[in-house]
Structure formats: C-alpha cells, structure tokens
RNA sequence: GGAGGUGUGGCAGAGCGGUUGAAUGCACUGGUCUUGAAAACCAGCGUUCCGAUACCUCGGGACCGUAGGUUCGAAUCCUACCACCUCCGCCA
C-alpha cells in the first residue's frame, strides 16, 4: 500500500511506477473518490463538533434539572444527518480501498527499465560451470536411477506437480533444509516454524493478494490459504504492532513447504523438480529501519548466496528490471544456479525490499528514539528454495557411473559421501 | 464438540448512559535535590484522520477486541463474530 497522501501529492510518479511494472493503474480515479470523501468528511466532521457541544448542553441543563427537550428534538435531525453522511462515506471508502490495495510498489530509482527478463542485469557470478568428459544427465535420469524421487506415485496422490521423494531423495531433501536452517541461525537469523495455512488479510498484508489470488491453493470458503512462502506467514508476525527503535533489525529464517498453482504455466516444465505445485523453501525475512533497508538487501542477497557458495555450485545474481518486480518490491535480486544437465540457469532465490509497502498494509511500525512512530520497512529473500536446488545438485556432482558425490557441508547430515543405487 | 468466564493506554487495574482520551499504580521522559546514584518531590507521557499554519504549534473528528444496533448522547445497554482463560468430552 502507498499513502493516500503520497499518491495526492505525486500521481504521476505512481502512475509511471506501475506503468514500468506492465501493472494496470487508474489514478485519477483514486483522486476523484479521495476528494470526495473529503468533502464529506468536513461535513460530517463538523456536525459532529455541534453533536458533541450539545451532549454537554443537554448534561449540563439535566444536572441543573432543567428542561432539555429543545435540543434534543433539533439533535435528533442533526444525528441522522450524521449517521446518512457516516454511511455515504462508507459507500465512497470501499471502492477506495479496493482500488488502494491494486496499487503497486514503486521501483527504486536504481533499478533497471525493461519489460521482460531479456532486461535483467547480471551483477555479478561466482565460480565456473563444472566440467565433464561425458554428457551429463539431466535431474530426472539421475533420480530415477538412484531412486530419489518418484512423480508417479506422486501424481497418483495428487495429481501432476506434487513431487514425492523416495529414500536418500528424501534424505536429501530433508538433509538440504536443515542444513540451510542451522546455516543461517548461525548467522543470527531466529528460526521460526510458522501455519502453513493463513487467513486472506494476512496475504493481503504481504501483498500476494489480491493480485495472485488465481496462483493460490485456498479451503475452507475461499477464506483460508496454503501459503506460496513462508514470508507470509513470517512478516504478519508483527502486524498491528509498534517496535521499539532498539529492537531493530529482526532478522528471521523460516522453513516452509510452498504452494503454488502456477496458473497458466502449464504447458512448460511440466516434467521433473523445475516447476512444481509444492516446494520446499528455507525463506529469510528482516524488518528493519527505513534508512538501512537498501543495505540490508545487500546482505541478504550475500547471506543467501552463501548458500549455494557453501554447496559448491555455480551461480549468478540477477537484478530485475521494472517489468520483472513483483507487485510489492522496489528492488530485487535473483540467484539462478547453474544446471549442467538441464543446460541452464535456475532460479532458486529471490531478495526484495518492499520498504514500508507491506508494513503499511501489515500496520507494522517502530517508535523512533524521539517519540514518532514510523513503518518499518520488511525484506525477504530465499535462502533458499529446494526443488531446483536439488536439480543444480545432482547435475553438477554426477559421476560418469551416474552415482552423485554429497557436498561436504551435507555429509555430516546425510551421514554418507556418496549417491548410489 | 459442551458449559462458564474475560477482553480498557507499554504493563497492572478503575470506570452510575452525559466535560472520560479515559481514575490510580508501575514503567518511561524531563526537572529539583545529590559529589554521583538511589529515594523523595514537581512536570510530562497514546494512536490516527481532516483542516489551518508565522513550522512553534492551533482547531476539529475518530479510536476502550471486531462489526452492527438502541439513544439527543455508548468504554458503559443489546446482537453477532473473534481472541484468550477454566472445566468436561474427543484426539495425533
């Protein structure tokens, strides 16, 4: 959410912003009914101010036993008046609102205009594709063969695009996920296992809804949600609350499996761990102060990286240009890992800032050391998702034989060094 | 699932339907006192919206779990919902 008053005194800012997004925007509309409520809301105000003068009129004539029939006949008018304007406004509100929350982010000035991921930026890349003196195999010959996972079975339960590992795949997913979790608690994230499930407003406060309400898995009415990220549950910790200055920053990593309906991708990738319904993702989520925000991207996006540092694989960090930034985010980096199998690159981590949009939405503030209060501003990044991160994996340590070395830092939680039949 | 209870400011805790944004205590901030600290004393101490502004503030509205209702007037009465607590039942 932006401020009403900041899109009063800046319309056309707002208008390009979400033009440069490809999102749809109609601002003047957003100007007319805010000007309207103002009118009504002086109005309004006013006889409220008589209301209030005349409740103490009509106390003080009581206490004084003397006879208040007068104004209160003319107050009963005055009160419907109020209470006809009340619902007018009302009336004028809910289109504003539901306009409000279909007004996306602005990006950062530093980011890159483009349309597509034609227009991403490279920002930089670390280490070097892996070499082999045979054709590697793709993911899925891999697995089958050591008996990592099994779609068959997994889409008899659910249907195409729920995976369901198997023996040391699912060791090594699991192994993959704590290795993940304890990396980052040692680096001073605190770890939290949140509801996989949440309620609308609290997808609304992130800002997935409403706009992805078609991507989204929901029970019970339309009112209940399978979470897409852990980052939803994770930033509405603190929603409705103020912090205090010195408590920030909060720096939290959570697991969560993720669900996504991916509507309308179908057709691609249908195949294999690359684009799934349900996913595995260990997510990193800080709330921190206005004036650190874009610093403390950077540090996600490093914390993140050490990651895929650690597990050895080739990767590159990606700036996305306006066109490619969620509805939310100003700013935002991708980690894409190297496939040697699948002969690409693989997004398996995405950092924004969404500076104050979610803690407006969220109401989530901080007292300042002077007294004010303030949003806070939330990031989130992954840290990172499974799925592809096992297909990079597998790919990059294959072995001629189509056995698959373990990383060292996953040994230990693996407890073998190797990936056989 | 059944029965009962409770929801007020950072916390604790008052609040006959009519100067109640809300007593009191604690906490917090500033000051007096003190070599310093503590104690004591004095003062201050919510959020938000609209408008004005000589940028220091000023005027007005709203907010006592949430949403409705009754009333000239609601923290206070009524209804529904939500959350929490206690007891019973069921249960991984």
Redesign the pocket.
Known sequence: ML???FIRENPERVQEGAFNKGEKLDVQRILSLDRDI?TK??E???L??R??????E??GL?KQKLD?TD??VE??D??AT?KNLDTEI?DLRKPLNELMIWVPNIPHESVPLGKDENDNVEIRSWGTPPEFDFKPKGHLTLGKSLGLFNFEWGSKLSGTGFPLYTGNGAKLERALINFMLDYHINNNYEELYPPFVTLRHTLEATGQLPKLEEDMYHIDDGEMFLIPTAEVPVTNIYRDD?LSEEELPQKYVAFSPCFRREAGSYGKETRGLIRVHQFNKVELVKFVLPESSYDELESLILDAESIVQALGLHYRVMELCTGELSFASTKCYDIEVWAPGENRWLEVSSCSNFEAFQARRANI?Y?KEN???NFIHTLNGSGVATARLMVALLETYQNNDGTVNIPDVLQPYMQMTLLRN
């Open positions: 401020p009403i008053q103002r809301l002086h309004v105000e006013e409220k101010a209301r209030n003068k005349a409740s103490q009509i106390s009581k208040a104004i209160i107050m009963k005055i009160s109020i009302a103020i503030r007292r007294g004010g209060v």
